[in-house]
């Protein structure tokens, strides 16, 4: 079984929709990450979450909320869905402390807003 | 702040050739430097770290890369390119040393092999 999952792996809706993309992780993470993906922009950061209280926002958070709802899921919203959040979106997490620095990333969930 | 350039958004070479994917980055602080690898339809993969020590880091599938302070640079090598080494390749810097451990992507090198 994957060590971190995204639900749903790819997904259609219209702009002013509300939608929201989740994350599992078994792997026991204290933090976890929001990506996105754009061609030749790599990956940015949306919002990052060092424990189940501590919500901090990326470089690009605008139009987007996060929930994280236990140590293991941390979910991504999309409050009213517009085409310029069409993109492929990863959930991320890693450990704490020295030597635990490694992001493991999930398989992505591919967004399509018209 | 952080911030990576990756020089060559594709890179084109011949089955059993030199791979040379360049990598740069700007740290205020002492940086943690990482190669991700991203096959068509799937997540991103770490295929080696620098964190402190050794300064040539040895990866998964042959790779390798050295950090050059001098240089700020991380170039990723790997000397026989081979068919399934098609991917494309980020990297990736770390403000590890505070109390974040955020990662900031180059914006990706599309590594295509021919015959």
């Known amino acids: 079984d994957a060590d971190v999952t995204q639900t749903p792996r790819n997904r259609i809706t219209k702009t002013g929709k509300r939608i929201m993309l989740e994350c599992s992780q078994t792997k026991g993470h204290d933090r976890m990450y929001w990506y996105r993906q754009d061609p030749g922009l790599g990956l940015r950061l949306i919002y990052y979450?060092?424990?189940?209280?501590?919500?901090n926002k990326g470089e690009i958070s605008d139009g987007y909320s996060v929930s994280r709802q236990a140590q293991a899921k941390f979910s991504l919203s999309l409050e009213s869905a517009i085409p310029n959040q069409t993109a492929l979106y990863f959930c991320?997490?890693?450990?704490?402390?020295?030597?635990?620095?490694?992001?493991?990333f999930g398989p992505g969930t591919r967004l399509l807003v018209l | 702040a952080q911030s990576v350039t990756q020089l060559g958004s594709h890179v084109s070479v011949s089955e059993g050739a030199l791979v040379l994917l360049r990598c740069n980055y700007s740290s205020s602080v002492p940086p943690y430097l990482f190669w991700y690898v991203q096959y068509p339809n799937q997540g991103l993969q770490l295929l080696l770290k620098y964190t402190t020590g050794a300064t040539l880091v040895k990866g998964i599938n042959g790779f390798e890369a050295e950090f050059k302070k001098s240089e700020t640079s991380f170039h990723l090598t790997k000397p026989s390119a081979h068919m399934s080494d098609a991917a494309e390749y980020f990297c990736a810097v770390s403000d590890e040393t505070g109390t974040a451990s955020k990662l900031t992507f180059g914006t990706g090198t599309r590594l295509q092999v021919t015959l």
């Open positions: 991320a997490t890693s450990d704490r402390g020295a030597g635990q620095e490694t992001q493991y």
């Open positions: 979450s060092f424990d189940v209280k501590d919500i």
